[in-house]
């Protein structure tokens, strides 16, 4: 079966159901998603796939990503949000991967389908669009890695293209067109996601999805490369039934200005709102945005009073929706080179904003990430075993604590309030 990825959060009832579809219905449910961004200089494909103005041209590329929930229907959604240029797909197949591997570059063969829009197998993407395939045939289990293979013959005219840097997964690129190659000799390695934003399953009006919004915390940094130990996967480990757990989040990013990715405000509508299937929404976010604040009193000041001030309107948004949001609670950064204070400011701005997380009620539910991952001898820090070695990003195991966190019950469906939304 198949399945998409969303964050989730604390503690409170579930959701109010899956989407608007009817009791004892069907809907389309986000299995997977990877939040799109303009690709940096470093982090375009490799030469020769990227020219001066020109990328992929006559090239494959082959992706794995692993769905959450699971589905005999899927659809694949592609992005050129970010493009300087139409984006002009020739051809797309799907497949599992060569023993269910993520990072591979081989699939078992005889499982290649071919994908199709609008019963065509090529599609262009106008600049700032998306699109979305014809619904396949699959029967694929939840957490399966899924193999999605893309060959591009004109390539995208334009430097400006769309991608998800933070894979922690690898890709690979071959020259001419091997969408249906059981395997890809010879091919050019690279650990980033380019095009693909989403998969979708045809799922019972049950099957709901948990959105999380983040930076690298939730984007994977310090994370086993293909290894699929992010949080949110353990979370959806923990899970395993019909919620979907989305990762919406990206390394760098910051809920007030745009950074690596647009923020947070901007983006709200695009990586939640508009993705299939959502009940609830996890909000874990603000560290970049305190640790690029000057430490000085008063820009600490500000930037604690703006952030507060986005997380309401983000409750109010995703309300308007019916939605419900989890705030989770700032990890500890001491010792960290970059965000780290010798006065102090920034840690201080940071447990006021988790004191108002905790005390304000205006999330439905809070999930106290800093409370599982902090030392308890020194409580600015993060405890030992769960830092990756720079004070702020954790490793597997500090992103299983947090993972563990997540009271489960919180992905209950449950009818709403019937003032729900009213702020």
């Known amino acids: 079966m198949l399945a998409i990825a969303l964050v989730a959060a604390s503690s409170v009832v579930g959701a109010s159901g899956a989407g608007n579809a009817a009791p004892g219905g069907r809907h389309w449910v986000n299995t997977w998603t990877a939040m799109p961004q303009l690709t940096e200089p470093a982090n375009m494909p490799p030469a020769p796939f990227a020219q001066d103005g020109l990328v992929l041209a006559d090239a494959t590329l082959r ?17 050129n949000a970010f493009g300087g240029a139409p984006l002009p797909i020739t051809a797309v197949s799907v497949a599992l991967p060569r023993d269910g591997l993520a990072g591979v570059s081989a699939v078992e063969p005889g499982t290649s389908r071919q994908v199709t829009f609008q019963d065509r197998p090529s599609v262009t993407i ?14 694929l289990a939840a957490g399966t890695n899924l193999t999605v293979t893309l060959y591009l013959a004109e390539g995208q005219a334009s430097n400006d293209i769309t991608s998800h840097p933070g894979s922690r997964t690898a890709s690979w690129l071959l020259a001419g067109d091997h969408v249906t190659a059981d395997d890809l000799p010879g091919a050019t390695r690279t650990d980033h996601w380019y095009f693909l934003s989403g998969v979708e399953v045809w799922s019972p009006s ?23 130990d992010r949080w949110p996967d353990q979370l959806f480990d923990r899970l395993r039934g019909s ?44 560290i970049n945005d305190i640790g690029t604040a000057p430490a000085t009193p008063e820009d600490q000041r500000a930037v604690a009073d ?21 705030g989770a609670t700032l990890t500890p950064f001491g010792g960290n080179d970059l965000y780290d204070d010798p006065g102090g400011l920034r840690e201080a701005t940071r447990q006021r904003v988790n004191d108002w997380i905790r005390a304000s009620g205006r999330f439905d539910a809070v999930i106290d990430f800093d409370a599982a991952v902090r030392d308890p001898a020194a409580p600015e820090r ?16 500090g992103y299983r604590m947090l993972a563990a966190a997540v009271p489960t019950r919180l992905f209950r469906p449950a009818p709403l ?7």
Do not use: C, K
């Not at 106008?126 to 029967?139: H, I, T």
């Not at 993060?382 to 195991?397: F, I, K, S, T, W």
């Open 63 to 79: 992706q794995t990503v692993r769905v959450t929930v699971g589905g005999e229907h899927a659809r694949l959604r592609f992005s």
């Open 126 to 139: 106008p600049v700032g669009a998306q699109a979305v395939s014809d619904p396949l045939d699959l029967d």
């Open 206 to 228: 049950s099957t709901a999805a948990v959105a999380v919004v983040g930076d690298s915390l939730t984007d994977g940094r310090g994370s086993t490369t293909n290894g699929n």
């Open 243 to 286: 919620t979907a757990v989305l990762n919406q989040a990206a390394g760098g990013n910051r809920i007030l200005n745009d950074g690596l990715g647009p923020n947070l405000l901007a983006r709200l509508d695009r990586d939640m709102l508009a993705t299939s299937g959502v009940s609830w929404l996890v909000v874990f976010e603000g």
């Open 306 to 326: 703006r952030l507060i001030a986005a997380y309401e309107q983000i409750v109010v948004r995703a309300h308007a929706q019916r939605i419900r949001v989890y």
């Open 382 to 397: 993060l405890r030992p075993a769960a830092d990756v070695g720079d004070g702020l990003h954790l490793n597997p195991e």
């Open 417 to 423: 309030p019937v003032d729900f939304g009213f702020e």
